[in-house]
């Protein structure tokens, strides 16, 4: 009877191992782990509130900013801008499947734990704009994964860790703004994957190495604002304006035209001048490794043509390798593995997938971060197709090339809850891409939604256009891609000069006035726009002004994707200038009449040309004294009869009471009547 016996042994076994195998679970450290995290990052639980103690699964989506895989390991941190004021701790470490850490755009002190460098499976790690000090860690040259290395615009000290140049997959290195000393390593030579090297606004001297300027997948090297010297590599003339090397007054060399020549010197011509014979500003002890410094102070000899050849063709081929596994990394990065959905096209069988990532359109293959997708299919009470948004959608990959990477050299902008990048997309179109946490959105999907299609819709000759979005789920953001308009916005005419100083003309003040009150007029639905539309936030700041002087208003619509609170702490800033109309503070609503407040005091700003509006301003326009509203540049060349009229509208537009302020269509009517030609 043995064979019975073994048989109700294996069964019990079985159904012993049963729960293990078909019930993963998650990681008992992982709790305690994240909450040992949040108290260092988050020091006075203000900000990580939802990283509860009590929690019973960190990975249910419940944790803000936290994405895990199916079998519960943290694969990515993304708590970028939410004003975190603590310290990295050394534990960040032991979360040893992280691919993804985004932590910038905070108020994070202190230095890097070395610790960090456990974290071998991190992909991006952006610690950029924080307050973190001490010396960039020599252990992150073993974090041989790192594609993204962002640690720019802190207070690091020291030198370039000579280490970081063992990142064989490094595309992006940012270390601008910062206070490092020293010189280049040439060890960053070896980074032949890297299309971005930032070392702008440091304190770093010596040479460019000659390696650094033969990196074959190299796009853009910014040294500006340092002290190094000697003679620039011309390999670095292929870069264009690529190649940023503005106030470093020692460089010299030929095909540079802001360079001057160099001049021949002697046998230590090529050693950098802080190291040059003689020199006792740096024991030799503390000598970093430089550009052409040769070991053992032996110098370097002329290598054969056939040495030449061989280590061309290396290049060339390591080169091709590296564009196939960069592409391939693209492409599994917004996959990030089994963490998330299916596929980014979520088709309901490998082949369908197959052909969605085939696809030759730049507009497919959205991300999602992880428990929000506002665009998923089978949202109820969306009343458009996904068809439709699918002409709008672009992917994370072409809003990381068109800003290279989100590089610190194209912000435009930013504030507590959003940034804004100028980028070039693949079909030459210069835009101005605007990224916001998905924490600062409405966290109702439908309602989100909603909001997009309200912003695809707007199309009106004085609205700036929305081209379309991009909603990350790696990185827990929505970017919102616009046209860009080249001259800024009307508050930095605000002493009413142009770009080249010279005053702006009476008739294009008038021009932007009117342009703006037809932007107006249309959000607000008297042109067949339905819904009607109240901006809530109009602003000169927000008044963008294009090549022909042409007023675009910006932001409309944009309070329907906010949370609450982002749109109530956007209102600070109004109120501040001036532009919140006097009955929100006791009803808390916006209305048309709001707008017209707003559009009014912007009429005084125009005609006065300041920032500021003041009882004299308004004292002057109630008298037609044209000295006390007028811009004094304009040295009276202006229609007196057009300014009194404007100076009388400004003072309707912004009466105390909203029952006295005009609608739009009426000012429209009373614009073309004011303004001839």
């Excluded at 990959?397 to 804004?420: H, P, R, W």
């Excluded at 109702?444 to 789920?473: A, Q, Y």
């Excluded at 022909?548 to 800033?573: M, T």
Aim: net charge positive; proline share 5%; charged share 20%.
């Amino acid at each position: 009877m043995v064979y019975p016996s073994f048989f109700i042994f294996f069964t019990l076994l079985l159904t012993h191992l049963q729960p293990t195998i078909s019930e993963p679970k998650i990681p008992e450290t992982s709790l305690s782990l994240l909450m040992t995290i949040k108290a260092s990052l988050d020091p006075h639980n203000l900000i990580l509130s939802s990283w509860s103690p009590n929690a019973t699964d960190p990975c249910n989506g419940s944790f803000e900013g936290i994405a895990c895989s199916e079998n519960g390991q943290v694969l990515n941190i993304s708590l970028q801008g939410k004003g975190l004021s603590g310290k990295i701790p050394p534990e960040i470490g032991q979360l040893k499947s992280l691919s993804g850490l985004y932590l910038h755009f905070n108020q994070l002190r202190g230095v890097v734990p070395k610790e960090i460098a456990n974290l071998t499976e991190l992909t991006d790690l952006y610690l950029n704009v924080n307050n973190l000090s001490g010396d960039i860690p020599p252990q992150i040259g073993d974090m041989s994964a790192l594609k993204v290395l962002q640690l720019c615009y802190n207070k690091f000290t020291g030198g370039v860790p000579p280490q970081l140049g063992s990142l064989k997959e490094l595309n992006v290195l940012a270390l601008q703004s910062n206070q490092l000393t020293g010189a280049i390593p040439a060890r960053l030579g070896n980074l032949l994957m890297l299309t971005r090297l930032d070392l702008s606004f440091n304190h770093l001297f010596g040479l460019i190495p000659v390696k650094v300027a033969g990196l074959p997948m190299l796009k853009v090297l910014d040294i500006r604002n340092n002290t190094l010297s000697g003679n620039v590599p011309l390999a670095l003339k292929r870069l264009n304006e690529g190649f940023q090397y503005a106030n470093n007054p020692g460089l010299c060399g030929i095909s540079f035209s802001s360079l001057k020549l160099c001049t021949t010197s002697g046998p230590n011509s090529n050693i950098p001048e802080p190291f040059a014979s003689g020199t006792n500003r740096l024991p030799s002890k503390d000598l970093p490794e430089s550009a052409n410094v040769q070991q053992n102070g032996h110098q370097s000899t002329k290598p054969s043509s056939a040495a030449v050849v061989g280590v061309i063709g290396l290049l060339v081929a390591m080169a091709v390798a590296g564009l196939f596994t960069f592409s391939w990394y693209r492409r599994r990065k917004q996959k990030i593995g089994s963490a998330f959905d299916s596929g980014d096209c979520r088709p309901s069988t490998d082949q369908a997938r197959e052909v969605c990532r085939r696809s030759a359109s730049p507009l497919i293959s959205l991300e999602y971060s992880n428990g929000w997708e506002p665009l998923a299919k089978g949202q109820s009470g969306i009343s458009f197709s996904q068809e439709f948004f699918e002409s709008f959608m672009y992917n994370l990959d072409e809003v990381e090339s068109a800003t290279q990477y989100f590089s610190e050299m194209n912000l435009l902008g930013k504030s507590s809850f959003s940034a804004i990048y100028k980028g070039i997309l693949r079909d030459g179109s210069v835009v101005a891409i605007k990224c916001i946490s998905k924490t600062s959105c409405k966290s109702d999907e439908t309602e989100f939604s909603k909001g997009l299609k309200l912003l695809t819709v707007l199309k009106h000759e004085n609205i700036l256009r929305l081209r379309g979005f991009c909603c990350s789920k790696s990185r827990g953001e929505c970017f919102l891609i616009y046209d860009f308009v080249p001259n800024g916005n009307l508050l930095q005419y605000l002493d009413m000069k142009d770009r080249n100083g010279k005053i702006l003309e009476w008739s294009t003040r008038t021009s932007i006035i009117k342009g703006i009150a037809k932007g107006i007029e249309y959000l607000h639905g008297n042109k067949g726009h339905k819904p009607a539309l109240v901006h809530r936030n109009i602003s000169a700041e927000k008044v963008l002004i294009d090549h022909h002087y042409n007023p675009l208003l910006s932001d409309s619509g944009l309070h329907k994707l906010f949370a609450d609170d982002i749109v109530f702490s956007v209102l600070k800033g109004s109120a501040a200038m001036g532009y919140l109309a006097p009955e929100y503070t006791t009803t808390g609503r916006f209305t048309d009449k709001s707008d017209m407040y707003a559009f009014g005091m912007i009429i005084f700003q125009i005609l006065s040309g300041k920032c500021r509006v003041t009882q004299s301003n308004r004292h002057g326009a109630e008298i037609s004294r044209f000295e006390d509203f007028i811009d004094i540049n304009l040295v009276g060349k202006f229609k007196e009869s057009e300014a009194a009229k404007l100076g009388k509208l400004a003072l309707l537009c912004t009466h105390e009471s909203p029952d006295h302020r005009p609608a739009i269509r009426t000012v429209i009517q009373e614009l073309d009547d004011i303004i001839s030609g």
